[in-house]
């Protein structure tokens, strides 16, 4: 493919994400609370886009300088993409190679029921090494499951959080990215790890449980981790999902009506 079809495909890409976050940022001053919501227009590619960054903490809204230096791009075949800073993990995370080639397996214990698990770590290395290292210690015990989405191509539930909303952990970040879908598509029971928006290196100690066959399409930086997938129990997610969300949240993407919380998280 001649470059400058991949550099025009590419600011086009962009414009299509700064509209998604433009209208994000319309709808969030009309709303009162602060968490992470969207409201659902089916059928929109702004649409889609917005459910990306949704999976994550959100990355600043566009500028209008952002906004028409993209769309100057797309007119410009000779426009190519900001060149990314080479990204390290930092002596606090784990190495890949403690987990290359291993299988984990334990359980996830909600307030609500207990979810059997098994992370891959020849498939996803980086990220089974940060989430057994992360179990070991202990530090899920008292986080959150702060996000349920109810859509009808969208259905997960994201956990983790110790702050109870999508802020993660500043000073945990880790690439790269790992295991990604060709086809953007998470089969129910998938276990994939939040990240922030167009960001290789901006995964966290965050993730998200699949309880029905979702669609989320990838970013700037590409798809979302698959670390492992659920061995038994989903249906205590579906049964989180089927209470619904919190009142006065979006419709489909929001708190669960039911505080979930971690008692546990053990890999073996």
Known sequence: MAASTRNAREAKRRIQQMEAKRELRREQET??????????????????????LQLTTFSGNPTEEEFAAAEAGLSSPSASA??????????????????AGKVF???????????????????APQAAAVFKSLSDQGYYAGSTCHRLTTGETFGLLQCGSKTGDSSGDPNYNWGPLENTPT??????????VARTG?????????????????????????????????TSGLDVVTNIAA??????????????????TIDSFSLK
């Open 105 to 123: 397996t334990g359980e996830l214990k909600l307030n609500t029921g207990t979810i059997g698990v098994e992370l891959d770590g020849s498939k």
């Open 82 to 99: 900001t060149p990314t800073a080479p990204a390290t993990n930092g002596p606090n995370i784990p190495a890949a190679d403690t987990a």
């Open 243 to 260: 209470a619904g969300i919190t009142p006065g949240a979006g419709a489909t993407d929001g708190a669960p009506v039911e505080p979930v």
């Open 198 to 230: 167009d960001n290789a290196y901006g995964n966290g100690t965050q993730f998200f449980v699949v309880y029905k066959d979702t669609v989320i399409p990838a970013d700037s930086a590409g798809g979302y981790t698959v670390v492992g997938k659920v």
């Open 183 to 192: 086809d953007n598509t998470y089969p129910a029971g998938t276990i994939a």
């Open 31 to 52: 709303r009162r609370k602060r968490d992470n919501i969207i409201a659902v227009a089916a059928g929109t590619a702004a649409v889609l886009l917005a459910v990306v």
